[in-house]
C-alpha cells in the first residue's frame, strides 16, 4: 500500500488531497504563464514576415536584458503596411489586448497609440521633435504614459544643411522633399525653411502624400531650378528609398539625407543618429517600466553620438570636388 495514503488517514480526506492536487496544477501552470509579460509594437511601415533590421535591434536589445521571445516573453506585433489611417485601428487592437507596453516607430505611430490609451506605457523611437508634436510635455519631464528616444531634429537640421552647403558651395536653392502624411514632418519643414533662411536660401517645398507623387515633385524640383535637395528622415521616405535615389539619380541633384542607409544604396551624404540604435535603446526602457518603472518620470533619451557619411563616388558622377576639411570630419567615406 502507498505510504501516503496511511490506515490512520481517511479515505475520503485522500481523495479530496488528490483531487485538490489534480485541479492546482493546471492553475499553476496557468498563473506561470500569466507572468510572461507582453508587449506590443506599432509600425507605420512593414508587413509579418518582412526582415526588419529595426526590430532585429528591439530583440537583440530587449535579449542582453534577458528577455527571449517566445520563452519569458511575448510580443504583439502591429504593421500598418504604409497606411497611416490604420493605425488608430491597430493601436486599439494592442489595447484590447491588454499589453503591457507599446514601443512605436516614428510620430504617426506614437501619437496613435497615445491616442488609444492614457494608461499603458508607450516607448517611442525615432520621433523627430515630441515636444513640438505634443506627444510629450518636456523631454526632462514627459509627463504622461509616453518616453523614449528622441532624433532631436530639432537641432539637426540647420548642421545638415551647412554640411550641404560645404559640399556644394555654390548653392542658393534648396529643395526639401517630405511627406505630408506625417504631422511631425510639418514641424521638420518649418525647421528647415528657418536653416535655409539662416544661411540666405531659396527653400522650393516637395511635400509628397504617395509614392506616386515623386516624378512630379522631382519635375517640380527642375522647374524651380533646385540646386541641391534635403530629403527628410521618416518611414515613408525610408520605405521608398529606391525610388528617390533613381530620381535624384536622374536629376543629377546632389543630397543630404538623414539616414545613412540612403548613402549606403548611392546617395551623396547623410548625418544624423542610428536608427539601429534606437531600437536597441528601446529595450531599456521596456525592461525598466515592466519592472515597474512610470514614463511619466524616464526623461526622453536624445542621440549623444552623429555620424557623417559621404559618398565619394557619388559625389564624383555629380562632379563634385568634395573639400578635404569635410572629408576629414566624415566618420565613413565610401570610395
Same mark, same amino acid.
Given at each position: 500500500?502507498?505510504?501516503?495514503?496511511?490506515p490512520e488517514m481517511?479515505?475520503?480526506?485522500?481523495?479530496?488531497?488528490?483531487?485538490g492536487g489534480?485541479?492546482?496544477?493546471?492553475?499553476a501552470a496557468?498563473?506561470?504563464?500569466?507572468?510572461?509579460?507582453?508587449?506590443?509594437?506599432?509600425?507605420?511601415?512593414?508587413?509579418?514576415?518582412?526582415?526588419s !533590421?529595426?526590430?532585429?535591434?528591439?530583440?537583440?536589445?530587449?535579449?542582453?536584458?534577458?528577455?527571449?521571445?517566445?520563452q519569458?516573453?511575448?510580443?504583439?506585433?502591429?504593421?500598418?503596411?504604409?497606411?497611416?489611417?490604420?493605425?488608430?485601428?491597430?493601436?486599439?487592437?494592442?489595447?484590447r489586448?491588454?499589453?503591457?507596453?507599446?514601443?512605436?516607430?516614428?510620430? !504617426?505611430?506614437?501619437?496613435?497609440?497615445?491616442?488609444?490609451?492614457?494608461?499603458?506605457p508607450?516607448?517611442m523611437?525615432?520621433?523627430?521633435?515630441?515636444?513640438?508634436?505634443?506627444?510629450?510635455?518636456?523631454?526632462?519631464?514627459?509627463?504622461?504614459?509616453?518616453?523614449?528616444?528622441?532624433?532631436?531634429?530639432?537641432?539637426l537640421?540647420?548642421?545638415?544643411? =551647412?554640411?550641404?552647403?560645404?559640399?556644394v558651395?555654390?548653392?542658393t536653392?534648396?529643395?526639401?522633399?517630405?511627406s505630408?502624411? $506625417?504631422?511631425?514632418?510639418?514641424?521638420? /519643414?518649418g525647421?528647415?525653411?528657418?536653416?535655409?533662411?539662416a544661411?540666405?536660401?531659396a527653400?522650393?517645398?516637395?511635400?509628397?502624400? =504617395?509614392?506616386?507623387?515623386?516624378?512630379?515633385?522631382? $519635375?517640380?524640383?527642375?522647374a524651380?531650378?533646385?540646386?541641391?535637395?534635403?530629403?527628410?528622415?521618416? !518611414?515613408f521616405?525610408?520605405?521608398?528609398?529606391?525610388?528617390i535615389?533613381?530620381?535624384?539619380a536622374?536629376?543629377?541633384?546632389?543630397?543630404?539625407?538623414?539616414?545613412?542607409?540612403f548613402?549606403?544604396?548611392g546617395?551623396?551624404?547623410?548625418?544624423? !543618429?542610428?536608427?539601429t540604435d534606437? /531600437?536597441?535603446?528601446?529595450a531599456? /526602457?521596456?525592461?525598466?517600466?515592466?519592472?515597474?518603472?512610470?514614463?511619466?518620470?524616464?526623461?526622453?533619451?536624445?542621440?549623444?553620438?552623429?555620424?557623417?557619411?559621404?559618398?565619394?563616388?557619388?559625389?564624383?558622377?555629380?562632379g563634385?570636388?568634395?573639400?578635404?576639411?569635410?572629408?576629414?570630419?566624415?566618420?565613413?567615406v565610401? =570610395?
Amino acid at each position: 500500500m502507498d505510504s501516503s495514503c496511511s490506515p490512520e488517514m481517511p479515505r475520503r480526506t485522500f481523495m479530496a488531497m488528490m483531487a485538490g492536487g489534480l485541479l492546482t496544477a493546471p492553475l499553476a501552470a496557468e498563473a506561470q504563464q500569466a507572468r510572461v509579460p507582453k508587449i506590443g509594437v506599432l509600425l507605420l511601415f512593414g508587413t509579418p514576415g518582412q526582415p526588419s !533590421p529595426l526590430l532585429d535591434a528591439l530583440r537583440g536589445g530587449l535579449r542582453d536584458l534577458g528577455y527571449v521571445e517566445g520563452q519569458n516573453l511575448v510580443i504583439e506585433y502591429r504593421w500598418a503596411e504604409g497606411q497611416a489611417q490604420r493605425l488608430a485601428e491597430l493601436a486599439t487592437d494592442l489595447v484590447r489586448l491588454n499589453v503591457a507596453v507599446i514601443v512605436t516607430g516614428g510620430t !504617426p505611430a506614437t501619437l496613435a497609440a497615445k491616442a488609444a490609451t492614457p494608461a499603458i506605457p508607450v516607448v517611442m523611437t525615432n520621433v523627430g521633435d515630441p515636444v513640438g508634436s505634443n506627444i510629450v510635455a518636456s523631454l526632462a519631464r514627459p509627463g504622461a504614459n509616453v518616453t523614449g528616444l528622441s532624433l532631436l531634429e530639432t537641432d539637426l537640421d540647420g548642421k545638415r544643411i =551647412e554640411l550641404l552647403k560645404e559640399a556644394v558651395p555654390h548653392l542658393t536653392r534648396l529643395a526639401i522633399l517630405w511627406s505630408a502624411n $506625417d504631422p511631425g514632418m510639418t514641424l521638420a /519643414y518649418g525647421r528647415v525653411g528657418m536653416a535655409a533662411q539662416a544661411l540666405g536660401l531659396a527653400l522650393q517645398n516637395l511635400a509628397v502624400r =504617395e509614392p506616386a507623387d515623386f516624378p512630379r515633385a522631382f $519635375d517640380a524640383a527642375v522647374a524651380g531650378r533646385a540646386e541641391a535637395l534635403f530629403v527628410t528622415a521618416q !518611414p515613408f521616405t525610408n520605405r521608398h528609398r529606391a525610388e528617390i535615389l533613381a530620381l535624384v539619380a536622374k536629376q543629377r541633384l546632389p543630397a543630404m539625407y538623414t539616414l545613412r542607409g540612403f548613402v549606403d544604396a548611392g546617395g551623396l551624404m547623410a548625418y544624423g !543618429p542610428s536608427q539601429t540604435d534606437q /531600437y536597441r535603446r528601446a529595450a531599456t /526602457y521596456v525592461d525598466r517600466i515592466l519592472k515597474g518603472a512610470k514614463p511619466a518620470d524616464l526623461p526622453v533619451e536624445q542621440p549623444t553620438t552623429f555620424d557623417l557619411v559621404i559618398n565619394l563616388k557619388t559625389a564624383k558622377a555629380l562632379g563634385l570636388t568634395m573639400p578635404p576639411s569635410l572629408l576629414q570630419r566624415a566618420d565613413q567615406v565610401i =570610395e
